[in-house]
């Protein structure tokens, strides 16, 4: 298995401009998960989808951001417009569902992609 | 509102010493708790995983132990070496407006110097 896909690894862009972050999970994994991480506030999980359905997006930090998850193997994030304070490192995890609660199941992190507003 | 501190934030060492990292966490309500490797520029990696009814998990060279009541944690890391060196982060696992999260630490930077 190829694990947790992310595209693109890095993304370089200017204040104001659409970005939009792609993730393919783990195939039959129930669970997707989206975290942003900067060096002041460490990991924050910012949305998850249980079966392609979003359960908890609390964490997503303003109406500029909104993510989706068409089908069961392609997930986006979208920021826009975009801000310099934006600029962190964004990850994406799934979790496969074990026949038991959401908290007994690993998750599985992807690579990150590392996105720069200036 | 849960969070999690890891003390302390760098730690060096040399070659084969045996460490402990720390974590606390302040809402003893949790479901588990994990620890996580981070190397530079990549994900995290599930190290071990601590149901909130068990006291301890091992594999390998590495053993983390879980004081629920005290809001404690430990990673215990054996005959260190280089490729040990990275990041270490711990997340508990509690309910958090009808859902369950993760919430993560800032982890701590180890550095196994050869």
């Known amino acids: 298995d190829a694990g947790v896909i992310q595209s693109p690894r890095h993304e370089v862009t200017e204040m104001g401009q659409e970005v939009t972050l792609r993730c393919k999970p783990i195939?039959?994994?129930?669970?997707l998960f989206w975290y942003r991480q900067t060096m002041m506030r460490g990991l924050e999980l910012l949305i998850y989808f249980n079966n392609n359905v979003p359960i908890d997006d609390s964490g997503m930090p303003e109406d500029r951001f909104s993510a989706k998850m068409p089908n069961a193997s392609f997930s986006t994030l979208k920021i826009q417009p975009s801000e310099p304070r934006d600029s962190a490192v964004y990850f994406c995890?799934?979790?496969?569902?074990?026949?038991?609660?959401?908290?007994?199941?690993?998750?599985?992190f992807g690579p990150g992609t590392r996105l720069t507003v200036l | 509102k849960q969070e999690v501190t890891q003390i302390p934030a760098a730690l060096s060492v040399p070659e084969g010493e045996n460490l402990v990292l720390n974590c606390s966490f302040t809402d003893s309500a949790i479901y588990n708790l994990q620890w996580f490797r981070q190397d530079p520029g990549k994900g995290l990696t599930s190290l071990l995983l601590?149901?909130?009814?068990?006291r301890e998990q091992t594999s390998g060279r590495l053993n983390a132990s879980l004081d629920k009541s005290s809001g404690r944690s430990t990673l215990y890391i054996a005959a260190s070496q280089p490729g040990d060196s990275a990041t270490y982060l711990c997340?508990?696992?509690?309910?958090?407006?009808?859902?369950?999260?993760?919430?993560f630490g800032k982890g701590t930077k180890l550095t196994v110097n050869p």
């Open positions: 601590i149901q909130s009814s068990q």
């Open positions: 997340a508990v696992s509690h309910s958090q407006g009808g859902s369950e999260k993760l919430v």
């Open positions: 195939s039959g994994h129930d669970y």
């Open positions: 995890a799934s979790s496969p569902l074990a026949g038991g609660p959401l908290s007994y199941n690993e998750q599985f």
